[in-house]
């Protein structure tokens, strides 16, 4: 392989990186799933919901009941909407019914925080919370072809020179927006599929930004 070249060895053609990602997906929401009890007692069991709603004790004690009142105008909203798209405003109807008058509360940052950081195990920032982990990436990483590229890889770069080149070549796939788009929207196909059709919907894209951005 050239280090100059950004390109994944031909050996792993459009068909073997279809059947890489499907694998690396298939065990990453396999490992999903036998994480949900755990999640569940963690909190939402009696002990557990009261360490997450220990949050609550603050400006929750305002945010909670102001969303119980906002739920009737928010009900209103949405049949406005209803009422604009049959009048053929879709436009409108879509800008209206995309509205949520409702405050974010503590708890609820701190579950979507949990939910990415003990569940789903994808990286987050909220501002506040923020986790690194990608599990999904590293389920790709486990894949044997992709850890024997790896290997080579690492045989390739033992001069500074080469690592420069390298650390280059990541960086550029890295930094290209549609790396990241590519493998958000294709794991969101593939979580659709599973959802709806019991199988994996992977898609078909480049696995080469997919690795520069893991990597």
Do not use: C
């Amino acid at each position: 392989m050239s280090l100059t070249e950004p390109e994944i060895p031909p050996a792993i053609d459009d068909a073997a990186a279809n059947a890489i990602l499907k694998r690396a997906i298939e065990r990453y929401v396999a490992a999903r799933h036998a994480r949900v009890q755990e999640f569940i007692d963690a909190n939402y069991a009696l002990l557990g919901s009261l360490r997450l709603h220990r949050r609550a004790l603050g400006l929750d004690l305002l945010r909670a009941p102001a969303n119980v009142a906002l739920l009737l105008p928010y009900l209103a909203m949405q049949l406005g909407a209803a009422g604009l798209r049959g009048l053929g405003a879709r436009r409108s109807a879509r800008w209206l019914r995309a509205r949520k008058p409702f405050f974010e509360t503590d708890v609820a940052r701190e579950l979507t925080f949990r939910l990415h950081r003990d569940l789903l195990e994808l990286p987050y920032d909220d501002g506040r919370n923020r986790t690194g982990r990608d599990a999904l990436a590293l389920s790709i990483l486990e894949e044997q072809p992709i850890a024997d590229l790896l290997d080579r890889l690492r045989a390739e770069t033992d001069r500074p020179e080469a690592r420069a080149r390298v650390r280059t070549m990541l960086e550029t796939y890295a930094g290209a927006r549609h790396a990241a788009a590519d493998l958000f929207n294709n794991a969101l196909l593939a979580g659709t599929g599973a959802a709806l059709f019991q199988t994996v919907t992977p898609g078909t894209f480049s696995l080469a930004p997919v690795l520069a951005t893991a990597l």
